[in-house]
């Protein structure tokens, strides 16, 4: 069975960064794609960044090109995701999921995590 277990969520002036973690179990898959997705308030759930287990490729949403870095460690099973000169419109609870689409797409995903809520203060 996969777990994904999401930590690193916290409050944070603007300008300010995080570092979110995704530990992940069960994969018995040898490709994958693993990546974040959040949600704010009466918002949908959007795409983040995804990377491919299989040639590392990484994937952003427009909103955090340049901002937001997303890196894997195979040895820990352990999906990180680099925040950086966050904004308050980046508030919102921060999912891990995986699944095998290489897309910005939550419908693509076949297993979360439980969220993390990231907060960022103006």
């Known amino acids: 069975e996969v777990q994904l277990q999401a930590s690193g969520g916290g409050l944070v002036q603007a300008g300010g960064s995080l570092r979110l973690s995704c530990a992940g179990s069960g994969f018995t898959y040898p490709d994958y794609v693993i990546g974040w997705f959040r949600q704010a308030p009466g918002k949908e759930r959007e795409g983040v960044s995804v990377?491919?287990?299989?040639?590392?490729?990484?994937y952003y949403a427009d909103s955090v090109k340049g901002r937001f870095a997303i890196s894997g460690d195979n040895a820990k099973s352990t999906v990180y995701l680099q925040m950086n000169n966050l904004k308050p419109e980046d508030t919102a609870v921060y999912y891990c999921?995986?699944?095998?689409?290489?897309?910005?797409?939550?419908?693509?995903?076949?297993?979360w995590g439980k969220g993390t809520q990231v907060t960022v203060s103006s």
């Open positions: 990377i491919s287990s299989s040639d590392g490729s990484t």
């Open positions: 999921a995986a699944g095998f689409d290489v897309a910005l797409i939550p419908d693509g995903m076949d297993y």
